[in-house]
């Protein structure tokens, strides 16, 4: 995930027009499916997801144009949107399947993002933020009990004393 999507479709790095994507995505599809066909082989598979994420991004002159922005070499991508937007892409019908899930997780890791914060936002690319946790607002991080470790600790400690409560009673028989 972390190579450039135009060199994954085999395009230079600047503005195409959808069908000169859409042609380049079926020449490719086209050869690693031969290659699939002769040889199951798991970096071939990897290469045909990448390919389809790839299409779905930069098919759309929108978020063509945004990821053109982020990769911009005069200046450094914003690693939140940058992971958004390959999230977006690989999305299938709003449901995002387990292989790019992990690969959207390593490409979290490789940008300095926790696993946590890389699910919030597949979360949030899902759902929409008005449904999940906001990322970056401080004042619902903190309305959620997220800055005061001192909390959800002691959620964590009577909830584990709960569950020993729970246990002890089913082991006597009461």
Do not use: C
Not at 30 to 59: I, K, M
Not at 87 to 104: P, T
């Amino acid at each position: 995930m972390s190579r450039d999507l135009f060199d994954i479709l085999g395009l230079p790095h600047r503005p195409h027009e959808e069908p000169a994507v859409r042609e380049r995505f079926i020449r490719r599809r086209d050869e690693l499916r031969r290659r699939l066909s002769q040889a199951r082989s798991p970096e071939t598979q990897g290469e045909l997801d990448a390919l389809h994420v790839a299409y779905t991004v930069l098919r759309d002159p929108q978020t063509q144009t945004v990821y053109l922005r982020r990769h911009d070499e005069t200046s450094r991508p914003n690693r939140v949107e940058l992971l958004r937007t390959l999230i977006a892409g690989s999305l299938e019908d709003g449901l995002l399947r387990h292989s790019r899930r992990e690969k959207i997780l390593a490409e979290g890791r490789r940008l300095g993002l926790s696993p946590f914060h890389t699910q919030l936002l597949i979360a949030q690319t899902q759902f929409g933020p008005q449904r999940v946790l906001p990322f970056d607002d401080p004042q619902t991080a903190e309305q959620w009990g997220h800055s005061k470790p001192g909390a959800a600790r002691l959620a964590a400690a009577l909830v584990l004393a709960l569950a020993l409560f729970l246990a002890a009673v089913r082991l006597i028989g009461i």
